[in-house]
């Protein structure tokens, strides 16, 4: 398999908008009346959710007219969010057509579709014009993706300059083995892990200036903790969660992204830079 069909296999899910529709009556909640915080447990795909995005965007210089990329956006959970926060256009692309289809679905349910729009594409080979963009964004996606390098010089092709580019990755720390499945790979051959530094010298070799570099591993901690204490509590995670988006064994693929971080195998970074 090519390291896209494996990615595919990842996330691939098969009845995903039915799920998530189905989930609808346990929230209290019909297509008509839904708002992006009732998808958010399951549509942003990383770490923290959407408090990681709001701490992530808190860092970032968007406004009105800002026209934003969120490369491998999934089922574009940041992407509306950020649209709904700087009440400007965003264009998502990802690799899982599933995540795009779904996603577009989920914006008209939120009134959002004439500001997002998601594409179905690879990151490494981007279906839009230089310089198309004021912004971008990637949240948990370099995982996937073993050459930075080109990822990151495809992100420069399609920004202006002086655009900021924010990335929100997991990064290997210490060598070691790490346990799996996690939520991005079910084993080693299929996750690209690399450390902060290797990120910072592929964007500065891909023709980015580093702003800023945050390791966001408390953070992790205590949301995984916060959340394991939560579904103790409510006998199991709530109607709809990134339960009902990773069909198999998404229980053991946290716990063991959990484990590595404690171990400090790995850990989330935030990194902001900005295109010379
Ligand atoms: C963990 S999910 C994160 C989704 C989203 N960024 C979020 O935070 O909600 C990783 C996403 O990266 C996408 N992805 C991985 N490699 C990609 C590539 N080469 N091109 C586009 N998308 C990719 C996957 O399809 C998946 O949707």
Not at 30 to 41: F, Q
Not at 49 to 78: M, W, Y
Not at 154 to 172: G, H, K, N, T
Request: hydrophobic residues 40%.
């Amino acid at each position: 398999m090519t390291q896209e069909n494996t990615l595919l296999a990842q996330y691939a899910h098969g009845s995903l908008l039915n799920t998530i529709e189905k989930a609808l009556p346990d929230l209290g909640k019909t297509k008509t009346n839904l708002s992006i915080s009732d998808l958010a447990a399951a549509d942003e795909f990383h770490i923290g959710g959407r408090t990681a995005s709001e701490h992530l965007f808190k860092q970032v210089e968007l406004n009105s007219a800002s026209k934003v990329l969120d490369i491998g956006c999934g089922l574009g959970g940041p992407a509306r969010f950020v649209a709904t926060k700087y009440a400007c256009e965003v264009t998502g692309i990802d690799l899982t057509e599933e995540f795009i289809d779904t996603g577009n679905v989920l914006s008209d349910w939120v009134g959002l579709s004439k500001q997002v729009n998601l594409f179905h594409g690879s990151a490494l080979n981007m279906p839009f014009a230089p310089a198309s963009f004021s912004g971008a964004y990637m949240l948990h996606v370099g995982m996937n993706i073993s050459d930075k390098t080109s990822l990151f010089s495809e992100v420069a092709r399609v920004l202006q300059p002086q655009s900021v580019f924010a990335v929100y990755d997991v990064m290997r720390d210490k060598s070691g083995e790490l346990s799996y499945p996690v939520p991005w790979a079910n084993n080693s051959d299929e996750s690209f892990l690399a450390t902060a530094t290797q990120y910072v010298n592929s964007l500065q070799s891909a023709g980015f200036e580093v702003l800023g570099l945050n390791s966001r591993r408390d953070f992790a901690l205590n949301f995984f903790e916060q959340t394991a204490q939560q579904n103790r509590e409510n006998g199991g995670p709530p109607p709809l969660s990134l339960h009902n988006i990773i069909l198999a064994d998404a229980r053991l693929k946290f716990q063991n992204l959990a484990s590595n971080i404690v171990n400090q195998l790995v850990g989330p970074v935030e990194i902001i830079a900005r295109k010379l």
